[in-house]
């Protein structure tokens, strides 16, 4: 008997991506809740979503090594699951942090929060549609892609008023330049996502 290298169950990787994507959604939400309500138990949901999500890529890749055939390509879905999960590794990352540099949410930390809240439902709410409605898709993807604009403005006016406060440490402006580094970043992955899901539609 042969070895069976790839499987012949049907894989959908549309609601694999799609609760990747739920997940990094919720996540930002709960930062949001964690940056506004100082909530402890926020952060520590964001901890277990993270590890969730950690587990979907881990299935996504999985899938992709047993599939021989996949909806869209390969390289695709591995890259866009990539993606995805760089935007909550940054979400887990900026609570760690936070925690260990022991500081207070900001208003401008709460700010970016929401651009990323917002980011993240677009990604969602174009895999949620990439399937069956590939054009509204598109306009999320594209909406998504909006939030790298809006991130980078808060970033950089949120330094500005880092660094013109004569009241702030050294030490302190370093660390929130470090987080602010960490919500750009993310935004800039939902950027790559964004144009992933672009990508995927205008090939099929």
Do not use: W
């Amino acid at each position: 008997m042969g070895l069976k290298l790839f499987g012949t169950k049907k894989v959908d990787f549309y609601t694999l991506l799609e609760q990747h994507a739920q997940k990094v959604y919720e996540a930002y939400k709960k930062l949001v809740i964690y940056f506004d309500k100082k909530d402890p138990e926020a952060s520590e949901d964001i901890y277990f979503l993270e590890r969730e999500a950690d587990d979907l890529r881990r299935i996504v890749i999985d899938r992709l090594n047993h599939t021989l055939i996949t909806p869209f390509d390969r390289e695709d879905i591995f890259t866009l699951s990539r993606a995805i999960d760089d935007i909550i590794d940054a979400a887990k990352s900026t609570v760690e942090e936070i925690k260990i540099f022991h500081i207070e949410p900001t208003k401008e930390l709460l700010m970016m929060a929401k651009v990323l809240r917002e980011g993240t439902l677009e990604i969602y709410d174009a895999l949620r549609n990439l399937k069956e409605n590939p054009n509204v898709a598109m306009e999320h993807a594209k909406r998504a892609k909006a939030t790298e604009n809006q991130m980078n403005l808060v970033y950089l006016e949120s330094l500005a008023e880092l660094f013109d406060d004569e009241n702030n440490t050294t030490s302190y402006m370093m660390k929130m330049r470090e987080l602010y580094r960490h919500l750009k970043r993310s935004a800039d992955s939902c950027d790559d996502a964004a144009n992933v899901i672009s990508d995927i539609i205008v090939k099929e």
